[in-house]
């Protein structure tokens, strides 16, 4: 049986050859739209690719675009990395619009 990490981000420039070298299955999540649109298209035969926004990346929150989410949602089997940062640099307005925006295409495509 293999190991089974559930959090974990991973630079897209990686090899494939590193992550096979780890012997585990993992859960990678993006932490943008962009890092996303290129996560995607990698096929890591233990990596499953989830989209996420991360709440304490500016250009992240800044650049967050409701269809291309909603897109990305029906690309992948998971999101993750959502949510509100009190320690962020993102300001709390903008966090939560793009929070309400994720769980509503969410509640629309679980």
Known sequence: MLPL????????????GELVALRACVAAVTRSLDEFDSAVERRDPSVIWGVGCHPGLVK????????RFTSAVRRTAFVGEIGLDGASRVDIDLQQKVFRDILTVLCKSP
């Open 5 to 16: 990490d559930l959090h974990s981000h991973i630079e897209l420039g990686i090899d494939p």
């Open 60 to 67: 992240a929150a800044k650049g967050f675009d409701v269809e």
